[in-house]
């Protein structure tokens, strides 16, 4: 009996949990991607977009005791904040919030059919890259306002001249779009100046806030590592990107 307490004292302790801030971050920003989320046992999270150009891989903290979905994440972020320290018991069904362990207030949230829920599971390899390029946390602000200001869609990674590119917000289907630019350092795979134009929606720059490697493959996708959170992101680029790859 007094083994079978403690087993119970144990897995209880196991499977209770709190979220770091820096957790709380990384699942708002994966709120942005998909309102959907399956976390599977440990401690790797993704998501992708509805329209699957967007995936998004953290490795955080804490590890998570067992597989759960959730439908609606940002009710989940929600619910959450309704405890200034919330800890997070997980049953098989449900998980109950409480507040830093008190059992005088408490919250039972259902977790979701994993069957209704987007997620995924494909682990993505790179294809060559032809451009890296650091992307800091001013320059990605500043860029993603200019988009806003001015109401435009795209943006564009341009070769300018060897090891120089530019990053531009524009409409591409509007010659006379207003457009803001912005230079960037590139390196080219193999020490190559090729001509290229790289299209990106802004749309689909659903970033957390952070400086970024950036990687960019003629074959349509880009990778961002963030450097100093162990989050990434790979992002498909407009098919625009193809046709520009042998002349500017």
């Known amino acids: 009996m007094v083994l079978l307490l403690y087993t119970l004292m144990i897995w209880r302790m196991v499977k209770i949990m709190n979220l770091s801030n820096e957790t709380v971050s990384v699942l708002k920003n994966f709120s942005t991607i998909n309102q959907n989320l399956v976390i599977k046992g440990g401690n790797s999270i993704s998501t992708i977009s509805a329209q699957k150009n967007i995936i998004a891989k953290a490795t955080v903290k804490e590890t998570f005791p067992q597989d759960f979905a959730i439908y609606d994440l940002n009710e989940f972020l929600a619910a959450l904040s309704l405890f200034e320290k919330p800890d997070l018991e997980f049953r098989d069904d449900f998980v109950v919030i409480t507040e830093n362990g008190s059992t005088t207030k408490s919250l039972k949230y259902w977790y979701s059919d994993p069957s209704v829920v987007t997620t995924t599971s494909k682990e993505i390899t790179m294809p060559e890259c032809e451009v890296t390029f650091s992307l800091d946390n001013s320059m990605l602000s500043d860029v993603q306002k200019a988009a806003a200001v001015i109401g435009v869609p795209d943006m564009v990674l341009q070769a300018m001249t060897a090891g120089k590119a530019v990053l531009k917000v524009t409409d591409k289907k509007n010659s006379t779009a207003n457009d803001y630019a912005v230079g960037v350092d590139v390196t080219n795979e ?59």
Do not use: C, Q
């Not at 990687?215 to 046709?243: C, D, G």
């Open 190 to 248: 193999d020490g190559k100046d090729l001509p290229y134009k790289f299209w990106f929606k802004v749309e689909n720059l659903k970033l957390l806030s952070g400086s970024y490697n950036v990687a960019v493959s003629s074959r349509t996708i880009s990778h961002f590592v963030n450097s100093n959170v162990n989050i990434y992101y790979w992002i498909a680029l407009e098919p625009a990107s193809k046709l520009s790859l042998i002349h500017i």
